[in-house]
């Protein structure tokens, strides 16, 4: 494979970036690589429940655990776009196809991370739908002549349905400490999830399963 120098992380919510990829980014950015999030929904239903706040009031409270989360991992906060949609407002559109495809042209992205198709959550389920297309068109060549030849490879990432199968996982070991760091800048998460006892949980079954402490697993 060519040498891999930009990620493009496709985002639902705030934290999936986190949970799904944490290691992972920790680990490109070690080495030097590009790295660009992008955080589908603005939030606006993650704390409604708990209390009567505003939804911009709401939506900045995610953006700034989004921000201070990815800066654990070295993530800056120019890397990061929030694209505010609804929460649990998401349907498949070509709209929507053709914003994530702009994303895609404009960084040009050598490997891009997206929620797998099997995901529960409608909204992971609608991303997953939305940016399998876009990047089928994008390497088509209906959209641009090279057919995104930089797009190396397409990784389908799990947050709440764990995968049946996987083709890759990547050993996040050296990285878990700062994984478990970012997630716990989801402070309003937090009070209804043990998020970082959760998903490392899930990251040391993975790592088990290939014979090593942690690690994250995609399916291609
Ligand atoms: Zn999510």
Known sequence: MKEV????????????????????????????EQVKIIIITKGDLSLKLLDDKDIEFI????????????????????????????????????????EIIHEILEFKPNIIYYPHSLEGDRDHKVV???????IFLCKSGFINEDGASYIQLCLQY????PMMNYNIAKDITKFADLKKDAISKYKSQLKKLNLAH???????????????????????
């Open 128 to 134: 997953n739908e939305v940016v399998s297309e876009a």
């Open 59 to 98: 939506s900045n409270i995610r953006n700034e655990e989004s921000v201070n989360a990815c800066n654990v991992l070295g993530v800056k906060r120019e890397d990061i776009k929030f694209i505010k949609k609804g929460d649990r407002t998401l349907i498949y559109s070509l709209e929507f196809v053709k």
């Open 158 to 161: 799990e947050v709440w349905t």
């Open 198 to 220: 959760g998903i490392l949980g899930l990251n040391s079954y993975r790592g088990m399963q290939i014979g090593v402490p942690f690690a994250e697993v995609f399916k291609i």
């Open 5 to 32: 120098k930009k990620h493009l992380i496709i985002a639902p919510h705030h934290d999936d970036e986190v949970i799904a990829c944490g290691g992972t980014i920790a680990k490109a950015v070690n080495n030097n």
